[in-house]
């Protein structure tokens, strides 16, 4: 059976950026959130955009 599937994840983080939106900008671009297990097989992920004032996306 295929679905789709929403999952919030909670993420703390500390980083060297002066904003946190370039913080939030690299991890929606450049993180693997879910792996496939024994028993599910992830055929896709993706970091939905956080579309704040700042945000440079």
């Known amino acids: 059976m295929e679905d789709?599937?929403?999952?919030?994840?909670k993420v703390t983080i500390q980083?060297?950026?002066p904003?946190?939106?370039?913080?939030?900008?690299e991890l929606q671009t450049s993180t693997v959130v879910v792996g496939s297990t024994a028993n599910?097989?992830?055929?896709q992920t993706?970091?939905?955009p956080l579309n704040?004032?700042?945000s440079k996306n």
């Open 4 to 9: 789709k599937i929403f999952l919030l994840v």
């Open 15 to 17: 980083t060297t950026h």
């Open 19 to 25: 904003s946190i939106h370039d913080a939030i900008t």
């Open 40 to 43: 599910v097989e992830v055929l």
């Open 46 to 48: 993706e970091i939905i």
């Open 52 to 54: 704040t004032k700042n």
